[in-house]
């Protein structure tokens, strides 16, 4: 029995990892390898999900020690009653939490275990980026307004300080691999673990796009404390989770009127029977010139419909709110 914790670092495909472990538990059985999710939730169910995860790293080196009793001793009754053989667990957190985790890591060492880390790193140069758009953006983990890049880059650039902890204390179990442009990260993960995941041919990415990054900067930096990306979700995104129109794919669909002279042509028949009955030869005219419009000034048009659109809005919400107001008013009075 043996088990591989995958522990990051942030930013280098865990994701389509997780993604791919998920997506194959019965590929997995039948190769004797249970994928144990991202949380110890099987130590107890209060370390499920992130408020889960912050818990289990909490506590004293006692509770840490038992802890991991219960998770070699679920190992252990798993194996025996279904057969498995390999276990894999994946959290990139994981990284950051080394030496709080030490306790726990320590003792499922101490019981014979075999066990390894796997850790993906990224050329600082490109990860940056990356990590700036998630953590300092999407999920705002300063406290203040959004940092620009050199100011943020500089506190998350820290995060690969934590290699120093996995090497110093299991560097003799840690494998770490290169996170490059174009890697297949899920058949180099599993490659390197020893286990067959199917080639999906897609990457599960956390990726937006530029405008969609810039409004969560906007909403965000209004906030002086930490913000979740599912604060912008719930107030700012549609409820329909659809995807974003393009302004200019609509704008090509709606204000684009090429192609009425095919449109016209296919009914030269009717035409020109209107032309013989009626006398209004519309064949014998010039073909149109379809004026398009200029998309500069069509785009900042747009932005004056929307701030005209917002003011009326905010009008009637304040109205709204005083209505409100002086109903729980009357409510307290009477």
């Avoid at 990139?92 to 030490?102: I, S």
């Avoid at 770490?176 to 993960?189: A, C, K, M, S, Y």
């Avoid at 599912?230 to 009127?257: G, K, Q, W």
Wanted: net charge negative; with cysteine; glycine share 6%.
């Amino acid at each position: 029995m043996r088990i591989v914790f995958h522990i990051g670092m942030g930013k280098t495909g865990t994701t389509s990892i997780q993604s791919a472990l998920n997506d194959s538990h019965k590929e997995l059985a039948d190769q004797k390898v249970a994928y144990l999710s991202m949380w110890f939730d099987e130590i107890d169910p209060a370390f499920k999900g992130l408020g889960g995860f912050s818990l289990f790293m909490a506590g004293n080196e006692q509770e840490k020690t038992e802890r991991a009793d219960r998770f070699h001793a679920y190992l252990v009754d798993r194996a025996a009653t279904e057969g498995i053989e390999t276990f894999i667990f994946s959290n990139e957190g994981v990284f950051q939490a080394g030496p709080k985790l030490k306790p726990f890591f320590r003792t499922l060492k101490a019981y014979g275990l075999s066990m390894s880390f796997l850790a993906y790193m990224r050329d600082p140069r490109a990860w940056l980026p990356s990590a700036y758009t998630q953590w300092a953006i999407r999920h705002k983990t300063n406290e203040g307004p959004v940092q620009d890049f050199p100011t943020a880059a500089r506190r998350l650039i820290g995060q690969y300080e934590g290699i120093r902890f996995w090497q110093q204390n299991f560097g003799d179990i840690l494998t770490v691999r290169p996170f490059e442009t174009g890697l297949d990260v899920v058949q180099d993960f599993a490659a390197t673990v020893g286990v067959s995941l199917p080639k999906t041919g897609t990457r599960k990415l956390e990726r937006a796009e530029p405008a969609d990054t810039l409004l969560r900067a906007m909403f965000n930096t209004r906030f002086s404390d930490k913000v979740l990306p599912d604060r912008f979700d719930r107030i700012v995104t549609n409820s329909s989770h659809a995807p974003v129109p393009s302004l200019r794919e609509m704008a090509e669909r709606c204000l684009y009127h090429d192609g009425a002279d095919e449109v016209i042509a296919e009914k030269r028949d009717l035409f020109e029977y209107i032309r013989d009955t009626a006398g209004l030869d519309f064949l014998d005219g010039e073909p149109g010139q379809p004026k398009s419009p200029d998309e500069a000034e069509l785009q900042r048009r747009v932005i004056d419909y929307l701030v005209e659109v917002s003011l009326d809005q905010a009008q009637r919400l304040k109205r709204l709110e005083r209505m409100v107001n002086d109903l729980m008013d009357e409510r307290g009075t009477s």
